[in-house]
């Protein structure tokens, strides 16, 4: 057996203690900015969504639940994305407040006209500064993952982003189901735009 590897017991109390954390994030979230964000997806036209690394798997995550309700959905760099203009909207997670090519594409954006919402950890970061809308994820991400926070919750058991990357999949299923009752799309009618290529 490998000793360098934790127990059951330790193992159980880094689940709880994860669990936890996640659930303090939400405890802080602002609802509020939540629900406008959810108002500002149901509104748009065309919806392009980006990240980068484990941010953008999540993003990926939540651009397939939007096309399963029915919107016009489509990720950042994929053959198929569509052009952006009046009307549209493009979200971007930017965690730790900035990315090069966050900002290039928020730039590309807003000069074809569409609205532009970053999904942060960073609400003072450069991608905020320059986004429409704002939604605060308030999780550690590499930005400040070496120190305890300034509201006093400590390092995160998890490593670097991966509390920001959690909270995002569950945020952003959440907002699926608002988004979900908000525009009256049943179940049964996500269930049907869900591939059968598989």
Do not use: W
Not at 65 to 90: F, I, Q, S
Not at 91 to 109: C, D, H, K, R, Y
Not at 129 to 153: C, N, Y
């Amino acid at each position: 057996m490998d000793e360098t590897c934790p127990g059951e017991e330790e193992t159980l109390k880094l689940y709880d203690q994860a669990l936890a954390e996640l659930g303090a994030v939400f405890e802080r979230i602002d609802e509020q900015t939540v629900d406008a964000a959810v108002a500002v997806i149901a509104d748009a036209g065309r919806i392009a969504l980006y990240g980068v690394g484990r941010e953008g798997l999540q993003v990926k995550g939540f651009a397939m639940r939007l096309y399963h309700l029915g919107l016009k959905a489509a990720v950042v760099g994929d053959m198929t994305t569509p052009p952006v203009g009046e009307g549209d909207l493009l979200v971007v997670s930017a965690g730790p407040g900035s990315f090069s090519t966050v900002l290039g594409l928020m730039g590309e954006a807003k000069a074809a006209g569409a609205k532009t919402l970053v999904i942060t950890a960073q609400p003072n970061g450069e991608a905020a500064k320059r986004a429409d809308h704002v939604l605060t994820i308030p999780a550690q991400t590499m930005a400040d993952d070496l120190e305890p926070d300034d509201v006093g919750t400590g390092v995160s058991v998890l490593p670097m982003g991966s509390l920001y990357e959690g909270a995002q999949y569950i945020l952003f299923e959440v907002m699926i189901l608002k988004l979900r009752e908000r525009l009256g799309i049943t179940p049964e009618a996500m269930r049907a735009n869900h591939t059968n290529l598989e």
